[in-house]
C-alpha cells in the first residue's frame, strides 16, 4: 500500500473518531465473508459503523487523536473491526449475541470517556444511553404527581360518596 493511501486512511479513521462518541475494538478473526456481511448489516440496522483496519493505521490514528488512547494499544493484534457509534451500548447487545460463539469478540472499548476491557461486556451492556436516563428520570418526576392526583380524584370520589348518602337519607 502506497504512503499516500496510508495518510488517507489515517486521517478518515481520525474523523471517525472524532465523529462518533464511543467505539469498540472487535476481533473478527475466523469470520468468512458471509458471516461478515451479516454483522455488517446488523450493525448497520443498529447504527453502527463497522470499519475493518489495519492495525498499524489504526494506532497511527489514535496516536494523532486529541484523546489519549494508549490503554487500548495493547488490543491491536490479529483481525480488527472497529464499531464506531453514538450510542454506548449499542455495539455491547449486539456483540452479547454472539459470545456463544466466541466470534466476534470484544478487544477493547472507549465508552463514556472510559476504557473497557474485553471481560467487561456486562458493564457496556448495562450502560444507559442518554434517552434511556431521560426517560427515566422523566417517569421518576411524573410518579409523585400521578400519585397525589389519584390520591384526590379517590378522596373527591369518598366525600362525593358520603354527600350523596347523606342526602338520601330519610330525616
Given at each position: 500500500m502506497r504512503k499516500e493511501v496510508k495518510d488517507t486512511i489515517?486521517?478518515?479513521?481520525?474523523?471517525l473518531l472524532k465523529d462518533y462518541a464511543h467505539f469498540y475494538l472487535v476481533?473478527?478473526?475466523?469470520?468468512?465473508?458471509?458471516?461478515?456481511?451479516a454483522l455488517r448489516r446488523k450493525c448497520f440496522k443498529q447504527e453502527v459503523k463497522m470499519v475493518v483496519v489495519?492495525?498499524?493505521l489504526l494506532h497511527k490514528a489514535l496516536e494523532a487523536s486529541d484523546v489519549?488512547?494508549?490503554p487500548l494499544y495493547s488490543s491491536?493484534?490479529?483481525?480488527?473491526?472497529?464499531?464506531?457509534?453514538?450510542?454506548a451500548n449499542v455495539p455491547a447487545k449486539l456483540l452479547k449475541e454472539y459470545t456463544k460463539e466466541g466470534i466476534p469478540a470484544l478487544?477493547?472499548?472507549y465508552a463514556e470517556e472510559g476504557f473497557y476491557g474485553a471481560n467487561q461486556l456486562e458493564e457496556l451492556v448495562a450502560i444507559k444511553s442518554k434517552n434511556e436516563v431521560i426517560a427515566e428520570i422523566v417517569s421518576l418526576l411524573?410518579?409523585?404527581t400521578k400519585n397525589v392526583i389519584s390520591a384526590l380524584?379517590?378522596?373527591a370520589n369518598t366525600i362525593h360518596g358520603v354527600l350523596k348518602t347523606l342526602g338520601e337519607r330519610p330525616e
Amino acid at each position: 500500500m502506497r504512503k499516500e493511501v496510508k495518510d488517507t486512511i489515517i486521517v478518515e479513521l481520525g474523523q471517525l473518531l472524532k465523529d462518533y462518541a464511543h467505539f469498540y475494538l472487535v476481533d473478527v478473526t475466523g469470520l468468512n465473508a458471509g458471516a461478515t456481511s451479516a454483522l455488517r448489516r446488523k450493525c448497520f440496522k443498529q447504527e453502527v459503523k463497522m470499519v475493518v483496519v489495519k492495525n498499524t493505521l489504526l494506532h497511527k490514528a489514535l496516536e494523532a487523536s486529541d484523546v489519549d488512547f494508549e490503554p487500548l494499544y495493547s488490543s491491536l493484534k490479529g483481525n480488527t473491526a472497529v464499531f464506531f457509534c453514538n450510542t454506548a451500548n449499542v455495539p455491547a447487545k449486539l456483540l452479547k449475541e454472539y459470545t456463544k460463539e466466541g466470534i466476534p469478540a470484544l478487544k477493547a472499548a472507549y465508552a463514556e470517556e472510559g476504557f473497557y476491557g474485553a471481560n467487561q461486556l456486562e458493564e457496556l451492556v448495562a450502560i444507559k444511553s442518554k434517552n434511556e436516563v431521560i426517560a427515566e428520570i422523566v417517569s421518576l418526576l411524573q410518579s409523585p404527581t400521578k400519585n397525589v392526583i389519584s390520591a384526590l380524584q379517590s378522596g373527591a370520589n369518598t366525600i362525593h360518596g358520603v354527600l350523596k348518602t347523606l342526602g338520601e337519607r330519610p330525616e
